[in-house]
């Protein structure tokens, strides 16, 4: 028996690995993150596999059915939005398997910011602009950031700044992150990321809140920062460069 840590993406059905794709057709338990996994998924689970909305369950609750499945001798699904290597709460729940001797695997998926940044048709390495991704957040409600990993450090050094779980306050950011990359500075938030509803807001840090007030967006968004998203004149890259030795 294993718990099979998956990342389903971030919302359309077909946007996982063949591997996940495997797991869940074979797997008689399926623990999933509720609305950030799409219903299509769960539908390829096997007849009667027992299906488990995590939603509103504790990490208790949640140990318990990884438990009780392990005891059961009964393969589980577990799956994360987006990749579970990024703010998915999966060390947490690892951390309880190890001590209840139940073992687990990893299955990668296309992490959030990765699905934002094809809807914007961007790529945020761009030679000679931004050669630095920063994934972060900002604490509110949550789980207070560690000291350091303050918003203004990361915005100091000019890198492409991904920010998670800070869309609801984006009016109280937008100006402490002007102060580096200027008023002007470009910024997208992509809301629902490869889902038929997605919806792309582009602007400067000067507009983008109340671009994001007057469309409503509250959730399931990620805020994209830096000059590489209105990048248009920059060198080659020495990988395809005509002037590259390729003996």
């Known amino acids: 028996m294993v718990v099979h ?6 919302g359309a059905a077909d946007l996982i690995t063949l591997r996940a794709a495997r797991i869940i057709a074979a797997a008689p338990v399926c623990l999933y993150a509720g609305a950030l996994v799409p219903r299509e998924l769960l539908d390829t689970a096997p007849p009667g596999a027992r299906l488990v909305d995590t939603a509103e369950l504790d990490l208790d609750r949640i140990t318990a059915e990884l438990v009780a499945a392990h005891e059961a001798g009964l393969d589980v699904a577990r799956l994360h939005s987006g990749d579970p290597s990024v703010y998915s709460a999966m060390a947490e729940q690892m951390r309880r398997l190890d001590a209840a001797g139940v073992p687990y695997d990893v299955v990668p998926g296309v992490p959030a910011f990765a699905a934002a940044a094809a809807a914007l048709k961007r790529e945020l390495t761009v030679p000679g602009v931004g050669q630095t991704v920063v994934l972060t957040r900002t604490s509110a409600r949550s789980t207070p950031m560690p000291p ?11 890198a ?19 102060a580096h990359y200027g008023a002007d500075g470009p910024v997208a938030v992509v809301a629902r990321a490869s889902r038929d509803d997605e919806l792309i807001l582009r602007g ?12 409503g967006v509250r959730r399931t968004a990620v805020v994209v920062v830096g000059p590489v998203l209105t990048a248009g004149e920059f060198p080659d890259s020495h990988l395809y460069s005509t002037a590259r030795c390729r003996a």
């Open 160 to 178: 492409t700044l991904v920010l998670h779980l800070a869309v609801q306050r984006i009016a109280e950011l937008a100006p402490e992150l002007a």
């Open 5 to 10: 840590f998956i990342g389903a993406g971030p």
């Open 148 to 158: 350091g990993e303050e918003l203004a450090a990361y915005a100091a050094t000019g």
């Open 204 to 215: 400067t840090l000067a507009d983008i809140a109340g671009q994001v007030e007057a469309a």
